[in-house]
């Protein structure tokens, strides 16, 4: 008839993994190889240490947490985002109920050379649930005290790089989200109050337990789950994939991404706040164990080797995101899925 019928969905889909090219895959892997598992150990001892009494949000110990991260990015000249006064974005106690004191998220950020104004948002929550009433501390190692030194090596990473003159594109914020455990409070207040306009935000990677084996992986350990990383942007769950793909071969779980998961993992961390701001996400997740929420959740039990990992796995995502040529489209606006 002299129409050209509209391509199928499939041939889309093929377009659009052919379309994502891998940058730097020899330098993301130089950098990626900083980030140890004798580092992860390390910071992980302290941060779910007893002193930091389960980091309950506005509590003593969530205050001592906070200031632990800040002082390590002070130590590795990682600085305070414009607008941030000393790394901390304090929340008051009036955006919180039941009588939950003042709070603050830890925000750390290494300026993009050439498109700093489009940030890259990778977060995890530093807050945990306190002391139990019968005075058992809750450590919280994987939950998230794992995200948390992640993220802490990956800026480590990123910022040695940038030293060595191949700092990021665009923009990285290091977020350290407080008050998750009641309800994912931090990133609320991020969303409402945010250091960057939203609209410049390409996308959240958000870690929360990444240290742990879950009972279905006992003999596949080499696994990690994704939740939401094809909602918003099929190209970010393919750029996902490319990257994982190109450099690791970990076993991407996809279950807990159903939209009829019972679970509701998707909803469950700091990643949805951004979601429904339409800012493409992956959550990070290594499933729940018999340790989750409980005062048994000691960093004795994380697999460390298995942190260093997955945590590369994040690092090297987050440098094709900061990296490539164009920042992660929407699925409505991606041309190649018309």
Not at 18 to 46: C, P, Q, W
Not at 306 to 320: D, H, N, P, S, Y
Request: proline share 3%.
């Amino acid at each position: 008839m002299g129409t050209c019928a509209t391509p199928r969905y499939t041939t889309k889909i093929s377009n659009l993994k052919n379309s994502i090219h891998i940058v730097d895959s020899n330098r993301v892997m130089t950098y990626a190889k900083t980030i140890t598992s004798k580092e992860l150990k390390k910071h992980l001892y302290t941060f779910s240490s007893d002193a930091f009494e389960g980091r309950k949000v506005g509590e003593k110990g969530q205050k001592l947490a906070a200031d632990f991260i800040r002082s390590y990015y002070k130590k590795e000249n990682i600085k305070s985002p414009p607008g941030i006064s000393n790394y901390y974005q304090t929340i008051p106690e009036s955006f919180f109920s039941n009588k939950i004191n003042a709070s603050e998220n830890v925000l750390a950020f290494i300026e993009g050379a050439e498109k700093p104004e489009e940030v890259i948002v990778i977060s995890a929550h530093l807050d945990h649930l306190g002391i139990t009433e019968d005075g058992k501390i809750n450590n919280g190692a994987d939950d998230d005290g794992s995200g948390t030194v992640a993220l802490m090596e990956m800026a480590q990473a990123f910022k040695q790089a940038k030293k060595d003159g191949y700092g990021p594109k665009r923009s990285i914020l290091f977020l350290h989200l407080t008050a998750e455990e009641i309800g994912k409070r931090g990133s609320a207040y991020y969303t409402q109050h945010p250091v960057f306009p939203l609209e410049n935000t390409v996308t959240n990677l958000n870690i929360d337990m990444i240290g742990r084996v879950d009972d279905l992986h006992q003999d596949n350990k080499d696994y990690i789950y994704l939740i939401g990383s094809d909602r918003i942007s099929k190209e970010l769950h393919y750029i996902s994939e490319k990257v994982n793909n190109t450099y690791f071969n970990i076993n991407l779980d996809y279950r807990y991404n159903a939209i009829d998961d019972k679970n509701h993992y998707y909803s469950r961390s700091d990643h949805y706040n951004f979601a429904r701001q339409n800012i493409p996400v992956i959550f990070y997740f290594n499933g729940e164990h018999d340790d989750y929420h409980e005062v048994t959740d000691t960093p004795d039990k994380i697999d460390y080797d298995l942190l260093e990992r997955r945590a590369k796995l994040i690092f090297a995502t987050a440098w094709q995101l900061a990296n490539q040529k164009h920042r992660v489209v929407n699925d409505e606006n991606n041309d190649l899925l018309k």
